[in-house]
């Protein structure tokens, strides 16, 4: 099992940024893409980005890209989001998760490990 845990949430206004942490520590060794899901009140938890851990290939939801920028820190076993230009509908909990498969996968379900989330809010 891998234990991940986000930081980096907030408030920010609308054209702000900011940068999510998710950390990995445990079996990492058995963890091929990381991604970040995102889900607001009374919604379903959806994909928002993912990284391959070893080749660094990235895959974007088309509501964040050209904002957004996953990218990872082999060294440290931290993935990051760096989020520009945020708009209010980028309002949500934001969860860091971990998959064994080596594909870049979009479904919540294929992910294995989750962290406990950190909230982003962007006020208007």
């Known amino acids: 099992q891998v234990q991940l845990v986000e930081s980096g949430g907030g408030l920010v206004q609308t054209g702000g940024s900011l940068r999510l942490s998710c950390a990995a520590s445990?079996?990492?060794?058995?963890?091929?893409?990381m991604g970040w899901f995102r889900q607001a009140p009374g919604k379903e938890r959806d994909f928002v980005a993912a990284?391959?851990?070893?080749?660094?290939?990235?895959y974007y939801a088309d509501s964040v890209k050209g904002r957004f920028t996953i990218s990872r820190n082999n060294a440290k076993n931290t993935v990051y989001l760096q989020m520009n230009s945020l708009k209010p509908e980028d309002t949500a909990v934001y969860y860091c998760?971990?998959?064994?498969?080596?594909?870049?996968?979009?479904?919540?379900?294929?992910?294995?490990?989750w962290g406990q989330g950190t909230q982003v809010t962007v006020s208007s």
């Open positions: 998760a971990a998959r064994e498969g080596a594909s870049i996968v979009l479904v919540a379900s294929a992910y294995r490990s």
């Open positions: 445990g079996r990492t060794f058995s963890t091929n893409v």
């Open positions: 990284i391959n851990w070893s080749n660094g290939n990235t």
